[in-house]
């Protein structure tokens, strides 16, 4: 995934109401930026950090900048992390119809945004005449607490869980479900759920996988061109 322009560098003064966050530009003026998300961001809202803003031309949009990117250093030395929690399913989406996730191959037909479960939309169902279709939830990964250890989630995640239930229902009835995890850390080395953050998320995760619901997790490389799912990370426990 390329950014459509250049990114403009920043110096963050402060997060603040989730969704915003003030950022002074080179030019010294200070702007409201719009933050995609949702999550706690724990290590990532340091004030005084360098970060990195796409710029929209839309007309309509009260605040055209949106946070992108962030310098920070994990115990390894700087690098960037992407915060933007709506570029995994488009990352996976280009992946998977280039054949780059290999759990994942072998399925003619890929569809986003499906009904199901309970009132609920799986990111993904792919499809093949000779085989279960496979239901593919995806989880954005920012988080790191211990160099090389990336940890999901970052904050309480009811929905989260209840995706893990219903992937679970999926596996029940015959199809197959995966939930991938999906790293903005380039460094990252591992894989870990938040157990201490979210502890019944981590027992709706041992729940969806005693039930048959597989788990993969994927790095990316994060460059201020663009971001592209890199390699796999294997999971601790």
């Known amino acids: 995934m390329k950014f459509p322009a250049p990114l403009i560098p920043a110096k963050l003064v402060k997060r603040y109401k989730r969704f915003l966050a003030d950022v002074v530009l080179p030019d010294g003026s200070t702007i409201t930026a719009h933050v995609a998300n949702p999550g706690a961001m724990i290590g990532l809202a340091e004030p005084g950090s360098r970060v990195w803003l796409s710029k929209s ?4 949009r009260k605040l055209p900048h949106s946070w992108e990117l962030i310098e920070v250093d ?4 700087t690098e960037l992390v992407g915060v933007n929690t709506a570029h995994p399913n488009p ?11 290999p759990e994942l191959t072998g399925y003619s037909n890929i569809r986003r945004e499906v009904k199901y479960g309970r009132n609920s939309r799986v990111d993904f169902l792919l499809e093949a005449p000779d085989r ?11 988080l ?15 929905r989260g869980a209840k995706h893990l239930e219903e992937l679970g229902d999926m596996v029940e009835a015959g199809h197959r479900a995966v939930m991938l995890y ?28 005693s039930r048959g619901v597989e788990a993969i997790a994927y790095k990316c490389r994060i460059e201020c061109g663009g971001i592209e799912i890199n ?3 294997p999971i601790d426990g």
Request: charged share 25%.
């Open 57 to 60: 031309d839309s007309k309509t």
């Open 74 to 77: 994990f115990g390894g030395g």
């Open 91 to 101: 990352l996976v989406g280009a992946a998977l119809a280039a054949g780059a996730i």
């Open 132 to 142: 279960p279709p496979c239901y593919v939830e995806i989880k954005n990964v920012h």
């Open 144 to 158: 790191m607490r211990r160099t090389g250890l990336a940890e999901f989630p970052d904050a309480k995640t009811e």
């Open 182 to 209: 999906l790293i903005q850390i380039g460094s990252a080395q591992r894989f870990a759920l938040a157990r201490d953050i979210d502890p019944k998320y981590g027992a709706a995760f041992d729940r969806a996988k």
């Open 231 to 233: 390699a796999p990370v």
